[in-house]
């Protein structure tokens, strides 16, 4: 038994999945804890703007990548000078974060008066700005581990120190009213940061450097930057839906929506950890992305149908947790989130393939075409009621899957049986 968890833990796929799925639930959890303290210390309006904050950081963080946290999976495996690699990266996504942080600060506030806060003190708005960073360098750090094949140190990182540490906050932090809770927030993302950075040059020899090399950023941009669109689009429909709903069902339906969601996200994140492990391992070697293909898929399959299947069983039990208004307003559809998640991990496996072909313009269309079947037949159908909402992610993640694999199928083909290829 010993010698069979050996060999289970000495696969880089799936240690490297293991420890990404256990941080995102350890990361649940926490941050559940978290927001139940800041409940009972803080009023509700101080968490509605805080709320706000900590959306539009992790929003300014993941923007701020362009794209880098996909380049670093991709080419640090066989990256011939990493530390080069890792500088430029890391100095880009400082630079937009930076930007993008400022621009925030400066015009947010005065269009949203309830977010003056940021302008009522400098430390705030300084804090805001060096907060975003920490947070975007984490998001490329965590990146860069599972590019190494150590996606143990986001576990414990991010899965522990950053989120134990979060809970202490805002206690500490009380004082500073809606700001504290942010900051809570923000400077965990702070010491993650900032301990990812030691571990990287502890453990990996990394040697920080100011230094941008036109050379990697001039070959690596566009394939940045085209996954960099390609994420956005798929990131799309998760924004626009709770606005959907909020405009044609109300802030209650929306509530319920967005817990239900939540949950399956959960599920949903599981297959991401497959794909992030599996971009890396192909990376490493693209001549068996067959066969590592068919051993993500396996994965892929003993976790999520089962899971699936639990979850549309507990799931409408789980939101009587919450209240008898979420059990008997979004029961049917969390199952119908729940069933999406089999689909959610096909397509999965193919975006990897593409990403792994550096066919980015073909992803690009893909993941536009899928936002735009989501959000059309949600705006369409909105008004008819949640399960609506959820049969319009349903099928529009099942057209995402045909697309891809029809896509691939082409390519395999144009490759294959000698046809003219030429790689986006």
């Known amino acids: 038994m010993k010698s069979k968890l050996q060999s289970l833990y000495n696969e880089p796929l799936l240690r490297n999945s293991f420890f990404i799925t256990i941080s995102t639930m350890t990361m649940a959890l926490f941050g559940f804890i978290f927001w139940l303290i800041v409940a009972h210390l803080y009023t509700t309006k101080q968490v509605g703007i805080a709320a706000t904050l900590i959306s539009s950081m992790n929003f300014i963080a993941y923007a701020s990548l362009l794209g880098f946290n996909t380049t670093f999976i ?3 495996p066989k990256s011939k000078n990493r530390n080069t690699t890792i500088n430029t990266g890391l100095l880009v996504v400082t630079v937009m974060a930076l930007l993008l942080s400022f621009i925030y600060v400066t015009f947010i506030p005065s269009a949203s008066p309830k977010l003056a806060v940021l302008h009522q003190n400098l430390f705030y708005g300084i804090g805001f700005i060096i907060l975003g960073i920490s947070a975007a360098i984490n998001l490329a750090t965590d990146s860069i581990f599972i590019a190494y094949r150590s996606a143990i140190y986001n576990f414990a990182i991010d899965g522990l120190v950053a989120s134990s540490t979060q809970l202490l906050l805002p206690v500490i932090l009380l004082s500073l009213g809606a700001y504290g809770i942010y900051a809570a927030q923000g400077l965990a993302a702070l010491v993650a940061m900032s301990l990812s950075i ?5 453990k990996f ?5 100011i230094k941008l090399n036109k050379f990697n950023v001039r070959d690596d ?5 085209g996954n960099y669109i390609a994420n956005l689009f798929n990131f799309l429909p998760s924004v626009i839906l709770p ?3 909020l405009n044609t069902l109300g802030a209650a339906q929306a509530g319920y929506f967005y817990l239900a969601f939540m949950i399956c996200n959960v599920l949903y994140n599981v297959t991401y950890a497959v794909a992030q492990s599996m971009l890396a391992e192909g990376s490493y070697n693209e001549q068996n992305l067959v066969m590592l293909a068919k051993r993500a898929a396996s994965i892929q399959a003993v976790i999520i149908i089962p899971a699936t299947a639990l979850l549309t069983v507990i799931g409408p039990i789980l939101l009587r947790i919450f209240g ?3 059990a008997h307003n979004a029961s049917q559809l969390i199952i119908l989130l ?3 998640s089999p689909l959610l991990a096909a397509e999965a496996i193919g975006s990897v393939i593409m990403r792994i072909k550096k066919r980015t313009k073909t992803l690009v269309f893909i993941n536009l075409g899928y936002a735009l079947s ?3 037949l949600a705006l369409l159908w909105g008004k008819r009621g949640l399960v609506w909402i959820g049969l319009a992610w349903l099928i529009g993640q099942a057209l995402t899957l045909v697309t891809t694999y029809v896509s691939l199928a082409l390519h395999y083909h144009f490759e294959v049986q000698g046809g003219v290829h030429k790689p986006v």
């Open 74 to 76: 991709r080419f640090l």
């Open 198 to 202: 030691y571990m990287l040059i502890k």
């Open 205 to 209: 020899n990394y040697l920080p450097a």
């Open 221 to 225: 941009i566009r394939y940045s930057f």
């Open 243 to 245: 606005l959907i709903i």
């Open 324 to 326: 008898d208004g979420y």
């Open 338 to 340: 729940a069933l999406t």
């Open 374 to 376: 989501i959000c059309t």
